[in-house]
């Protein structure tokens, strides 16, 4: 018999966020979902509870149900939105490092985090040098599993389009079908997709022989979605 899940959502307005809450919100499996955002959500679910707050801070206090907590992470933004290395750093580094400890605390047994295919600490570009020193951080706490998300460009609108992103979408929708087997992960992927994906990961048990950190491309995302298991 499956066990009851509580999630705990920090970045639900943004693409991924959004889908992976209305996934969550109809998910059975799914009993307690809490949000942790700078803004109130539109969504009034039964079993969703809100946590507003600027700077991202879980409330004082607070009880969480359930036994078995996971965290979903899908905080991130672009040099041209935070308007700074240093800004952009600060969201993607350690605002998403500052969330997961507190998930850590509060008792969470899997973290999901979103970063990006290419992460690395000794990349070249800024955006994925961040996403490398995250995950690196975010591996190194004190939690039963950790996974990260790596998907290439998405497929879908954001509240404010990325210009950057949506040229590469462009051209990407035209040699898409064009691409060779060996770059399949860096072809287009949904937000939806990669939010399902989240989800299966959620409701997956854990087993004793699974890596502790694991990453997930655009094809494993894809094959963790066929495994349906949030029926």
């Known amino acids: 018999m499956s066990q009851d899940i509580t999630l705990i959502l920090a970045g639900a307005t943004g693409l991924i966020g959004q889908a992976t ?7 059975k499996k799914v009993k307690r979902l809490y ?9 009034d679910h039964k079993k969703l509870t809100q946590w507003v707050s600027p700077a991202l801070t879980f409330p004082d206090n607070q009880t969480i149900e359930g036994k078995l907590k996971i965290g979903i ?7 041209k939105k935070a308007g700074s290395k240093a800004a ?31 992460a690395s600490s000794k990349a070249f570009s800024h955006y ?10 975010v591996s190194n706490l004190k939690v039963a ?13 954001r509240e404010q389009t990325r210009s950057d992103e949506k040229w590469l979408q462009r051209g990407l929708n035209i040699v898409n079908p064009l691409m060779s087997f060996g770059l399949t992960n860096y072809k287009l992927i949904a937000s939806n997709d990669v939010a399902n994906a989240i989800l299966q990961l959620a ?14 491309l655009r094809t494993e995302m894809l094959a963790l979605i066929e495994t349906n298991c949030n029926a």
């Open 35 to 43: 949000s942790l955002s700078r803004r109130p959500l539109k969504s």
């Open 128 to 137: 994925l040098r961040c996403k490398g020193d995250m995950e690196e951080a």
């Open 88 to 118: 952009l750093r600060a969201i993607d580094v350690e605002l998403v490092i500052k969330v997961a400890k507190q998930m850590q605390q509060v008792g969470v047994e899997h973290i999901i985090v979103v970063s990006s295919i290419g």
């Open 145 to 157: 599993k950790i996974s990260f998300m790596q998907p290439g460009p998405l497929k879908g609108l």
């Open 21 to 27: 809450l209305k996934l969550a919100v109809a998910n």
């Open 203 to 216: 409701c997956m048990p854990n087993k004793s022989e699974d890596k502790r950190v694991k990453r997930y």
């Open 73 to 79: 992470i899908t905080l991130g933004s672009t040099l």
